[in-house]
């Protein structure tokens, strides 16, 4: 059953960094929280191209204007079980957002976060390090992009530390909304642009024969002034 666990830990390592949409291209705001839940991925062939559907929840707190900390759950991650009697794969992430740029028009934002996945088996640990800019044509579109650069910290699986240790994504932005406190996020990306999208399991739908087109979809709610 190990090799169920491996195969997937790396269709994670592939596509951790696509399991929620850039929700922290504009600022919190101070005191503020901002509660996303997000799907999509990849487009995978089946019949045509369906986006695998990975879904997170996530929450922001903005400590500062220019400055958001944020924390994440990847619940589908439990559907990859290795079996055996283990615990299925759990996904957690965690990190800050510094905005040096924050205007309601346009704005430059900075991430860091580390995403964990594993069980009693086997564990893997990335980093994400992106940087996006955005603007505003209209008070209801926010139209942003950027690169996600995701990084394997360490995996305890042989297999999933021979790939790549760098998987870098590009990903264009469009936000709906304010309708009331609430937005909308569609996302698409381009993962893993330097590496070969030909020979994957599943099969993607890559540029040429690299990485793999992806869209997802996220909704995000703002509770204003939260008292610490």
């Given amino acids: 059953m190990r090799n169920c666990l491996c195969f997937a830990l790396a269709i994670l390592s592939s596509v951790a960094s696509g399991c929620a949409t850039t929700h922290l291209l504009q600022p919190v705001g101070k005191n503020n929280v901002r509660i996303n839940v997000s799907g999509g991925g990849p487009a995978i062939r089946l019949g045509g191209p369906i986006p695998l559907p990975l879904v997170s929840v996530n929450a922001a707190y903005g400590v500062e204007d220019d400055l958001d900390i944020h924390a994440g759950l990847h619940p589908v ?54 940087i996006g800019g955005s603007g505003r044509p209209t008070r209801w579109l ?10 394997r910290v360490g995996s305890s699986e042989p297999e999933v530390d021979a790939r790549p240790f760098w998987t870098p994504t590009l990903f264009g932005l469009a936000e709906f909304g304010p309708i009331g406190r609430v937005t909308i996020d569609l996302e698409a990306r381009w993962y893993a642009f330097t590496q070969n999208g030909r020979n994957t399991a599943p099969e993607f739908f890559p540029i040429g024969s690299l990485g793999a087109l992806g869209v997802m979809l996220g909704v995000n709610y703002t509770f204003p002034e939260v008292r610490r």
């Fill in 77 to 130: 991650a439990a559907a990859f079980n290795p079996g055996a009697g283990s615990t299925p794969l759990m996904g957690i992430n965690a990190g800050a957002t510094w905005h040096p740029i924050q205007r309601w028009r346009h704005a430059l934002s900075i991430g860091g976060e580390l995403y964990a996945f594993g069980n009693r088996r086997d564990a893997v640990v990335f980093a994400n390090a992106w």
């Fill in 142 to 151: 926010l139209l942003g992009g950027g690169v996600h650069n995701l990084l």
